[in-house]
């Protein structure tokens, strides 16, 4: 026997051998970029994640400054506006000065305002053509004397004090007005804000 196929045999081995180490090589090559591509690409989705969180973060918070601002503006906008409607609120209350229901109003105003007087004289102010309504309310209160001042100066209605004047009723619709202003701005504000797109 020659060397020849011995050596021939050995070539083929070796060159089966080799063929199986580079196709090993290529296939674990194959994998190690394989995985690299899957942990780029999970990478790569990871920051877009984070990114398109941070954005929206971002786009939350300029929205609550935006609507904070918004709301510093219109605040104020709303406080005129109800100023506004109250004030002609009380230009349309002295309007009303001639209405032909408002003595017996006034009559009535200054009856409940004698419960809130102690005992005694009393003294009733208010405006001139107010002052027979105002008179006839204290007619019907009995036996309280009283006197009646035609005071240009007082709002529609009447101020009814003790004769010593340490306690005054202001039985005014202005004043009626003021002590329901909270409840009715608050109702105005809900029907401003129906308004608005």
Same mark, same amino acid.
């Given at each position: 026997?020659?060397?020849?196929?011995?050596?021939?045999?050995?070539?083929?081995?070796?060159?089966?051998?080799?063929? $199986? &180490? /580079? @196709?090993?090589?290529? +296939?674990? &090559?194959?994998?190690? /970029? =394989?995985?690299?591509?899957?942990?780029?690409?999970?990478?790569?989705?990871? *920051?877009? +994640?984070?990114?398109?969180?941070?954005?929206?973060?971002?786009?939350?918070? $300029?929205?609550?400054?935006?609507?904070?601002?918004?709301?510093?503006?219109?605040?104020? +906008?709303? $406080?005129?506006?109800?100023?506004?409607?109250? &004030?002609?609120?009380?230009?349309?209350? @002295?309007? /009303?000065?001639?209405? %032909? $229901?408002?003595?017996?109003?006034?009559?009535?105003?200054?009856?409940?305002?004698?419960?809130?007087?102690?005992?005694?004289?009393?003294?009733?102010?208010?405006?001139?053509?107010?002052?027979?309504?105002?008179? &006839?309310?204290?007619?019907?209160?009995? %036996? /309280?004397?009283?006197?009646?001042? *035609? #005071?240009?100066?007082?709002?529609?209605?009447?101020?009814?004090?003790?004769?010593?004047?340490?306690?005054?009723?202001? *039985?005014?619709?202005?004043?009626?007005? #003021?002590? #329901?202003? *909270?409840?009715?701005?608050?109702?105005?504000?809900?029907?401003?804000? =129906?308004?608005?797109?």
């Amino acid at each position: 026997m020659t060397a020849r196929p011995l050596l021939d045999e050995l070539r083929r081995r070796a060159a089966a051998e080799a063929a $199986a &180490a /580079r @196709e090993a090589a290529a +296939a674990e &090559a194959r994998r190690i /970029r =394989e995985e690299a591509a899957a942990a780029a690409a999970h990478a790569s989705e990871s *920051a877009k +994640a984070r990114a398109v969180a941070e954005v929206q973060r971002d786009l939350l918070r $300029a929205r609550g400054l935006a609507e904070q601002e918004a709301r510093a503006r219109t605040l104020p +906008a709303r $406080a005129a506006a109800l100023e506004r409607i109250f &004030a002609r609120a009380r230009e349309c209350i @002295e309007a /009303r000065a001639g209405h %032909p $229901a408002l003595p017996r109003a006034v009559e009535s105003l200054v009856t409940d305002a004698l419960a809130y007087l102690p005992p005694g004289k009393v003294r009733v102010r208010c405006a001139p053509a107010l002052a027979d309504a105002a008179s &006839a309310a204290l007619r019907a209160a009995g %036996p /309280r004397a009283g006197q009646v001042v *035609a #005071d240009p100066t007082v709002p529609l209605g009447a101020l009814v004090e003790s004769d010593d004047g340490r306690v005054t009723v202001n *039985a005014t619709f202005a004043r009626y007005l #003021d002590r #329901d202003r *909270a409840t009715l701005a608050a109702d105005l504000s809900a029907a401003l804000n =129906e308004e608005q797109p």
